[in-house]
């Protein structure tokens, strides 16, 4: 395609409609692609804006071209895009290079800051062209158009020549800077819908133009879809306006989504663009007849005035990723096949299909489960397996599915069998009831514990070298199976033991004051830690703590008897997380004895109960932010990476809650915590957890004192803390409100540092949010800044609960993970390349390195040399404990296997060239999932360099005439490589002219005969007369009438053959002229035979050129299917290479712990002296006691 800016390339549009009726066209569009999949995943997609603009210009002045005052954009619903740039259609009568220019920027009172400014040129054409142009690609991060006046935007265009322009159209596109997204944008379809008036209050009124017919076809990669719409209105309240796709009442009344928008609150003076939520595309189905087409409907619970300037449907496509769920198969069975004969006729039926699916059921004997599933042309293949560690197996119904048609099968779409965590697929069964008018699968879902593995730490705990280094231990499983590990990083506790000698009343500690250093590993003297002896019971000891913040005391109460010590249980409350050990020493008797007594390391456990909102940037998969706890979806928001933490950028955006999923009212009592990199400014708010009416927590800018926000009664409420906003902060609200829906009661603030210990309490405020619903994260023009963690309760947290949080969602814990998507092992965004290991033992990424945790002491002695002494069992028994079993080998990496594309054939261009019947073909078959797929495919030319003789093509094409008029023809001279059908209008001509010939034959002989009778009549009167004779003086004439009358009557017949065209020269001359038009018209004898001998050679030329075709694509085939298999076989013997050598190893390490049970078997019988039989006795009796415990472990890990 070349469409270009000059007269001499510049293109049109045209239409034909073959019945030729009345056409009414809504839109046309040019979508392009590429083949580079890493581009086309870059875009994001568009916004068509509102705007209207037809006059004169000025190259001084700017003129607003968009419609409406301001426009405002929801750039959300575009996820990671990272760009923008704008796109105008145009026209206009400049006479120079001087062009239109166009910019995005704030309205006045919003500041009227420039956002970007493109120039498109000029079209020089005295607006006879259009041009469509885009501009240059702007970073999206600085540009904001927001929903209120105080930041909503505007259009401008300015000409350098100040002549007329006419715009047509203006976009907004949008790309990411990153090629690897999840998903790739596919296309948008504009549907005809329009609506500028008032409507009814909670009433849906159709806003589209009709029926709306979708080809999905035409996007056969896409998986999911949404709709996008600009609008405005006179809303005065909170509630906004809401769209749905459905089928029309004589279709069923169907509704496949709806779409709830914000209010304008307007006027009608801002234009909203923005995006609903995207949904399943197999759900919609919106035909070309009337028992399927489809229509949109708008609804507006204020029933004001609404404007709807454009409705559009986008599309994308899931880009397909390695997900790897692990169970160890350890045996699997042939093939079988459920025989589904599925058959789909042209009209997309599959007659009797319930009957088919129910008969064909797909179940694995007990003991095993579902490994590999195939469908054929017509049926479905599968393979059983039995897997490690399967428990018990349950059955299961899914959802059942209406049925409103039994001759569609498309409703097992809607049908979806899926097992929950750490569960495989045994089997399913297709139910169905005509008379019910459902279906539904019956399946049975078997627990599995998948590969048992555990990381257990040894030895001593030490400073890791790095952020990254250091011990990773298990905190659960992940969706794959496989373990999450996480590193703490946070500050050694305060308190780790307590050193105390000589526990007496008597002794000098008595009021000593001692406190922890972390190099000598015990408590030292300083003023915050003192251990004093109650004066009332001298066996009571009180250890107490005071720092100026905090003051603890617990009593230590001992008995006389033995000394020990009974630690009351207020330690584990008071002291959350810390590791208790008291070391001291009593003397009972004269003798001294010591004490070890260590209290457990409280559990950082926080209950579920209550959790109404869970969002963590860290868990977030895909763009769509949706709450974890009550499924609330706060739009599209993509995570990126700050301080090599997971974060949505919240510094100029906001979460708000979109749709109506996910309603949830705060309580009477509740907690609010978040962790967030404050954003740094001196004007406004930093708003976090913000209602429908109210903000629970926030900050105020310019003197960055922490309160909450309330709209209902008294405004900002200080709670005199002051927030450093340059670190990450932990903050968290705990309020209590007077009644459930009061905005009067208590908010109790807590704060802490990354670098701190735990949070404690910094104020509190006499307002709360009760009552009121959730609403957004942030808010416009109050960004918080970069957030990693909210979490929200319908409870008041205690001190203890708040801290638990605070350590489980430290933004500077690491974390060891296995991302399914990719099939990486990431910490944070450091991560290896593709390694699907169960165990993370052994893997390396450029920035670490996991290796098993080690029991090393320091200790440097020669390797396999045990002591030797007296009683050598104890050396070689520690021998025996260093000898470890060689690691497993990693598997080399599996090849990655060549795809074939098959060549299409290329036929002789005379034959492709010659008419619109070559050129394309359209073909229909059946895919791999069974469904009837039509396409049109463009066959390939290739010229003829020196053919031996004139191409038969080529004498068919020169064949040529003129359509004559007199066989109903146009008098126009016939096309080049004529149709079939001007062939067939060449016959018509020539058998119109040869009846016009029979007609003029047939008036000539008509004529001929009446003329004979007039002048045979004639005769007859001519005879009649007597002769006349005249001498008067007997000398005269004789005059005879009769032969005066014949001459006359002759005379007259050649006349009348010359005048008359029935007869004579008129008959000769019609003939003449049917001849000539004969003649000089085409030949359908001629032109048939030569169109025919042309059309022979063409479909020789195709078997040929399509046999030769095949052959060498079997070629191609066969080629890569034996390199694949090479490359298959090398990666198999390198496999089963390592696994020997693997085991080669495993052999040479057991058979040295044999030689060294053998040494320490005979050392034994050496010191057992005179009793060998008794030592033998005793081992023989452990012996058998030891395989009958394995054979009963055996029998029970057994399948049959």
Excluded at 640 to 652: A, C, I, K
Aim: glycine share 10%.
């Amino acid at each position: 395609v070349d469409c270009g800016y000059g007269w001499g390339n510049t293109c049109q549009l045209d239409m034909l409609h073959a019945q030729g009726i009345h056409v009414l066209i809504h839109g046309f569009d040019f979508e392009l692609g590429s083949d580079d999949v890493a581009l086309a995943t870059m875009y994001r997609g568009r916004f068509d804006v509102p705007v209207a603009y037809d006059g004169d210009s000025s190259s001084t002045t700017w003129r607003k071209i968009n419609k409406r005052t301001g426009l405002g954009f929801d750039f959300s619903v575009y996820g990671d895009a990272a760009q923008v740039r704008g796109c105008l259609v145009f026209t206009d009568k400049s006479t120079s290079a001087l062009g239109i220019k166009v910019r995005l920027r704030r309205t006045d009172k919003a500041g009227g800051a420039i956002y970007f400014e493109d120039d498109f040129g000029s079209t020089w054409s005295n607006s006879g062209l259009i041009h469509h142009e885009c501009g240059q690609w702007h970073d999206l991060k600085d540009i904001s158009c927001g929903y209120s006046w105080g930041n909503t935007c505007q259009l401008d265009m300015s000409h350098g020549q100040g002549v007329p322009v006419k715009i047509y159209g203006y976009d907004l596109e949008f790309r990411s800077v990153a090629s690897d997204a999840s998903w790739a944008y596919v296309g948008r379809t504009q549907v005809a819908a329009a609506h500028l008036q008032d409507q009814p209050t909670n009433t849906w009124l159709q806003v589209s133009k009709g029926g709306v017919g979708l080809q999905l076809a035409d996007y056969p990669d896409a998986t999911e879809v949404r709709a996008c719409v600009a609008f405005t209105d006179k809303s005065t309240g909170s509630d906004g306006m809401k769209i749905r796709l459905r089928r029309m009442d004589h279709s069923g009344g169907v509704v496949f989504f709806e779409d709830q928008f914000s209010e304008s609150y307007s006027n009608n003076g801002l234009i909203h663009n923005a995006c609903g939520a995207w949904r399943p595309l197999k759900l919609i189905s919106c035909g070309y007849g009337w028992s399927n087409t489809c229509q949109v409907d708008m609804m507006h619970t204020q029933g004001v005035d609404t404007d709807l300037f454009g409705y559009s449907l986008e599309f994308r496509a899931t880009l397909p990723r390695d997900i790897c769920r692990f169970a160890p198969v350890i045996s699997q069975s042939v093939a079988f096949t459920a025989e589904l004969y599925k058959v789909v006729s042209p009209a997309g039926l599959w007659p009797d299909w319930q009957y088919k699916v129910a008969d064909a059921p797909v179940m694995c004997s007990p003991g095993s489960v579902l490994i590999d599933v195939n469908l054929t042309s017509q049926h479905l293949e599968y393979k059983c397996g039995v897997v490690a560690g399967l428990g018990a197996c349950i059955e299961w119904f899914s959802p059942q599915a209406d049925v409103q048609d039994w001759q569609y099968f498309q409703v097992l779409g809607k049908l979806s069998v899926a097992c929950g965590t750490d569960a495989l697929l045994s089997g399913f069964h297709f139910e169905f009831s005509e008379g019910g008018q459902w279906g539904r699968f019956r399946y049975s879902c078997c627990k599995a514990a998948g590969a048992p593995t555990a990381l257990v730490p040894a030895g001593p705990r030490r400073q890791a070298a790095g952020s990254i280094d250091g011990m990773y231990c298990p905190i659960g499983k992940d969706e794959s199976g496989r373990m999450r590990y996480r590193k703490d990083a946070l500050p050694p506790p305060e308190v780790c033991s307590v050193v105390v000698s000589g526990l007496q009343p008597t002794d000098a500690w008595m009021g000593g004051r001692f406190e922890y250093d972390a190099h000598q590993a015990r408590f030292v003297y300083t003023s915050h830690l003192s251990l004093t002896q109650s004066p009332e019971d001298a066996m009571v000891w009180h250890l107490n703590y005071n720092d100026r913040s905090a003051y603890y005391s617990l009593a230590l109460h001992g008995t006389r008897d033995t000394g020990k010590l009974n630690i009351c249980r207020a330690v584990a409350a008071t002291f959350t997380g810390w590791d208790f050990s008291l070391n001291f020493r009593t003397t009972t008797a004269g003798v001294i004895r010591s004490e070890h007594v260590e209290m457990p390391r409280g559990q950082h456990v926080v209950s579920q109960e209550s959790l109404v909102m869970d969002l963590m940037a860290f868990h977030q998969s895909g763009d769509e932010v949706v709450d974890l706890a009550s499924g609330t979806n706060f739009g599209i928001h993509a995570v990126s990476l700050f301080d090599g933490v997971p974060v949505w950028n919240l510094e100029n955006d906001v979460l708000s809650k979109v749709g109506g999923d996910g309603e949830w009212v705060v309580g009477q009592d509740y907690t609010s915590c978040t962790w967030v990199f404050p954003r740094d400014t001196t004007s406004g708010y930093l708003t976090f957890f913000h209602t429908t009416e109210d903000a629970a927590l926030l900050i105020e800018a310019d003197t960055k004192h922490l309160g909450m926000y309330s709209d209902r009664d008294g405004g900002f409420r200080d709670a005199g803390f002051v927030v450093d906003v340059l670190q990450w902060v932990f903050l968290c609200v705990v309020g209590h409100g007077d009644t459930d829906a009061s905005a009067v009661g208590t908010s109790t603030f807590y704060a802490a540092l990354a670098d701190q210990n735990r949070p404690r309490q910094v104020g509190s405020a006499d307002r709360v949010v009760c009552g009121t619903s959730v609403g957004a994260f942030g808010w416009p023009d109050q960004g918080p800044g970069k957030i990693a963690m909210t979490k929200f309760w319908n409870r008041r947290l205690s001190l203890q609960e708040i801290e638990a949080v605070f350590i489980e969602t430290h933004p500077q814990v690491k974390l060891l993970s296995f991302h399914p998507a990719n099939g990486l092992w990431c910490i944070w965004h450091n991560c290896t390349s593709t390694d699907p290991s169960v165990d993370p033992v052994g893997i390396a990424a450029p920035a670490f390195e996991v290796v098993s945790v080690s029991d090393f002491t320091g200790q440097f002695e020669g390797k396999g040399v045990p002591k030797m002494h007296a009683d050598n069992r104890k050396a070689l028994a520690a021998r025996l404990k260093t000898i470890r079993a060689p690691r497993r080998p990693a598997q080399p990496r599996k090849p990655a296997l060549e795809g074939f594309t098959p060549e299409e054939p290329k036929y002789e261009a005379e034959c492709v060239d010659y008419s619109n019947l070559w050129r394309t073909i359209q073909e229909s078959y059946t895919d791999a999932a069974g469904q009837l797929v039509s396409r049109t495919a463009t066959l390939g030319a290739e010229p003829l360099d020196s053919p031996p003789e004139r191409h038969p093509c080529e004498v068919a094409a020169a064949s040529s005439g003129t359509r004559g008029k007199i066989g109903g023809g146009d008098g126009q001279a016939t096309p080049e490589k004529m149709s079939y059908e001007e062939i067939d209008s060449c016959s018509t001509r020539g058998i119109t002219r040869g009846l016009k010939s029979a007609q003029l034959e047939r008036d000539g002989a008509v004529w001929g005969y009446l003329e004979d009778v007039f002048s045979h009549s004639l005769d007859l009167l001519c005879d009649v007369p007597p002769n006349i004779e005249t001498a008067p003086m007997g000398i005269g004439a004789e005059m005879q009438p009769e032969e005066f009358c014949t001459d006359g009557k002759n005379f007259a017949e050649s006349l009348l053959k010359v005048t008359n065209m029935q007869v004579g020269i008129g008959l000769a001359g019609a003939q003449y002229d049917i001849a000539q038009e004969d003649n000089l018209d085409c030949d359908p004898l001629q032109v048939g035979l030569a169109r025919l001998f042309c059309d022979i050679h063409c479909v020789r030329d195709a078997v040929v050129r399509g046999d030769r075709s095949i052959l060498r694509n079997l070629k191609s085939a066969t080629d890569i299917t034996n390199r694949n298999m090479k490359a298959l076989t090398e990666w198999a013997a390198s496999a089963a290479k390592a696994e020997t050598g693997w085991l080669a190893a495993k052999m040479d390490v057991m058979e040295e712990r044999t030689s060294l049970q053998l040494k320490i078997i005979s050392e034994t019988l050496a010191a057992a002296g005179s009793a060998p039989a008794i030592f033998l006795a005793k081992a023989r009796t452990a012996s058998e006691t030891m395989l009958n415990e394995l054979s009963g472990f055996a029998h029970a890990a057994s399948f049959s």
